[in-house]
């Protein structure tokens, strides 16, 4: 079965840091964008950061200056480095290789993806 598989996700008291991991399974993401979505409670699923194959990273207003996205193609991985994390980040994230490809370049705009995975809860709660 071919799927991204996300891990990393806790409680992290406010200003605190987490590393959310996407590892893929059954294919390589070499030629995939992939970007990181959440979704909070009552609210809509959201593109929150994407890597380009080629290593460009882009990322929502909210989180610009605190998340960092990254990979590493021989280990199958794109990473999610969170710090200063704040209760609105709060959510259930996932990670999906964006059903646009040229989305990536803006994924605040990113509505689908493929390859989606259970997803990882994060809690930012004091």
């Known amino acids: 079965q071919l799927q991204l598989v996300e891990s990393g996700g806790g409680l992290v008291q406010p200003g605190g840091s987490l590393r959310l991991s996407c590892a893929a399974s059954?294919?390589?993401?070499?030629?995939?964008?992939i970007g990181w979505f959440r979704q909070a409670p009552g609210k809509e699923r959201e593109g929150v950061s994407c890597?380009?194959?080629?290593?460009?990273?882009n990322y929502i207003d909210s989180v610009k200056g605190r998340f960092t996205i990254s990979r590493d193609n021989a280990k199958n991985t794109v990473y999610l480095q969170m710090n200063s994390l704040k209760p609105d980040d709060t959510a259930l994230y996932y990670c999906?290789?964006?059903?646009?490809?040229?989305?990536?370049?803006?994924?605040?705009?990113?509505?689908?993806?493929?390859?989606w995975g259970q997803g990882t809860q994060v809690t930012v709660s004091s």
């Open positions: 999906a290789a964006p059903g646009i490809q040229a989305m990536c370049a803006h994924p605040g705009e990113m509505r689908t993806g493929n390859y």
């Open positions: 059954g294919f390589t993401l070499d030629h995939f964008a």
């Open positions: 890597i380009t194959s080629g290593g460009r990273t």
